[in-house]
């Protein structure tokens, strides 16, 4: 496209349009600018638009981490309280225990259900 622009002046002054020769190039000029400057403004436009995608979508990320976070919190707080409520029936089962079971007489059963 340049080249035709270039080719054109060329043609104009051999022609014999000198004084507008000059005033063709510096439209061309301005005009190459503006599309340059339109050109920076897309790209420019572009990148501010990924990087707000972006910044969306650590905050998504952001999110999910802490909503798995205070799941897992939860879930590491039941097998807990279920670790405790083991060690007590444990210490409880324990304390009635027999070396010589299950042949001794003198040894109690014991219901696990109602403990």
């Known amino acids: 496209m340049e080249a035709i ?17 000059l005033f063709t190039i510096k439209y061309t000029r301005r ?5 340059a400057i ?4 897309t ?17 998504r990320e952001i999110q999910d981490m802490k909503n798995q ?3 897992d919190s939860e879930r590491i707080r039941k097998l807990e309280e ?4 083991n060690a007590n029936v444990i210490k409880q089962l324990a304390r009635l225990a027999c070396v010589k079971a299950p042949s ?9 259900s109602q403990l």
């Open 5 to 21: 622009n270039i080719i054109t002046h060329i043609v104009t002054l051999v022609l014999g349009g000198g004084v507008a020769w």
């Open 31 to 35: 005009q190459a600018e503006a599309d």
């Open 38 to 41: 339109q050109h920076f403004q």
């Open 43 to 59: 790209v420019y436009q572009g990148l501010i638009k990924d990087l707000q995608e972006d910044r969306s979508n650590l905050r």
């Open 69 to 71: 976070q205070t799941a």
């Open 82 to 85: 279920g670790q405790q409520k």
């Open 104 to 112: 001794c007489a003198d040894c109690v059963l014991i219901d696990i």
